[in-house]
């Protein structure tokens, strides 16, 4: 049994060796779309900042909730956090809490992310269900 975990160890660091000699860097740019591209259908708009300055490491994410309310958020390796109550708009002296998913994030901001999230999942719940038969 502890050969298994120290298998399992010896590979994740294997893995991790070679994204640091390969330079693999996420680029907040790029996972800013990917969230953008995910959780679409359940907000009311969703798009990454055109005027903020993003980097490799941070990119913001501007989203109007099913409610209404507008947020500016930020991307970073840390997560997810508002930053801001409107679109294109950062208050340095916000102190948020990060989430690791923008599922979480909408989650705790929006009951109609909640409701709509909730319903897709029961939707394609049913088209499984209907393959399968």
Same mark, same amino acid.
């Given at each position: 049994?502890?050969?298994? $975990?120290? @298998?399992?160890?010896?590979?994740?660091?294997?893995?991790? &060796?070679?994204?640091?000699?390969? +330079?693999?860097?996420?680029?907040?740019?790029? &996972? @800013?779309? @990917?969230?953008?591209?995910?959780?679409?259908?359940?907000?009311?708009?969703?798009?990454?900042? %055109?005027?903020? /300055?993003?980097?490799?490491?941070?990119?913001?994410?501007?989203? #109007?909730?099913?409610? +209404?309310?507008r947020? $500016?958020? #930020?991307?970073?390796? @840390?997560?997810?956090?508002?930053? +801001?109550?409107?679109?294109? =708009?950062?208050? &340095?002296?916000l102190?948020? =809490?990060?989430? #690791?998913?923008?599922?979480?994030?909408?989650?705790?901001l929006?009951?109609?992310?909640?409701?709509?999230?909730? /319903?897709?999942?029961?939707?394609?719940? &049913?088209?499984?269900?209907? /393959?399968? %038969?």
């Amino acid at each position: 049994m502890e050969v298994d $975990c120290q @298998a399992e160890e010896s590979m994740v660091s294997a893995f991790d &060796e070679e994204s640091v000699e390969l +330079g693999d860097v996420k680029d907040m740019r790029l &996972e @800013a779309e @990917a969230v953008v591209n995910d959780v679409l259908f359940a907000v009311s708009e969703m798009h990454v900042s %055109q005027s903020l /300055n993003s980097a490799s490491d941070m990119a913001y994410i501007n989203v #109007e909730t099913r409610e +209404g309310n507008r947020y $500016c958020l #930020e991307l970073t390796e @840390a997560g997810l956090r508002v930053v +801001g109550y409107a679109f294109d =708009q950062v208050d &340095e002296n916000l102190m948020t =809490q990060y989430h #690791e998913t923008v599922y979480s994030l909408l989650d705790t901001l929006s009951p109609g992310y909640r409701e709509a999230f909730g /319903n897709a999942l029961l939707q394609r719940l &049913e088209r499984l269900k209907q /393959n399968g %038969q």
